[in-house]
């Protein structure tokens, strides 16, 4: 069992930039890979930056490449999400995800473990 808690999301102006940070209790948080995803109002939860338990492979999708990036400190149990140069469209409330073994996923079904979400909201 993993327990995820997501934190540092907020209102900030566009352009501007948040550090998400996800912090995981329970075992083993090393064995994970691990993924950000977001879900704005009505929309579907859709992926948006994954990585590998060692930290040596990244995946994002194209629309956050270059805003986006995804990190993890093991020792510290966490993952974190730098997001840079925000857009009015990234408003969503962003989950941490974690996902036993394989290459880093876009597929929510291949995450076991959710945290419970963070509100990151971007103003025009």
């Known amino acids: 069992q993993v327990q995820l808690v997501e934190s540092g999301g907020g209102l900030v102006q566009a352009g501007g930039s948040l550090r998400l940070s996800c912090a995981a209790s329970?075992?083993?948080?090393?064995?994970?890979?691990m993924g950000w995803f977001r879900q704005a109002p009505g929309k579907e939860r859709e992926f948006v930056a994954a990585?590998?338990?060692?930290?040596?492979?990244?995946r994002y999708v194209d629309f956050v490449k270059g805003r986006f990036t995804i990190s993890r400190d093991n020792a510290k149990n966490t993952v974190y999400l730098q997001m840079n140069s925000l857009r009015p469209e990234d408003t969503a409330v962003y989950y941490c995800?974690?996902?036993?073994?394989?290459?880093?996923?876009?597929?929510?079904?291949?995450?076991?473990?959710w945290g419970q979400g963070t509100q990151v909201t971007v103003s025009s």
């Open positions: 995800a974690a996902a036993l073994a394989g290459l880093p996923s876009p597929l929510r079904v291949e995450y076991r473990y």
């Open positions: 329970g075992r083993a948080f090393s064995s994970y890979n």
């Open positions: 990585i590998s338990w060692s930290g040596a492979s990244t």
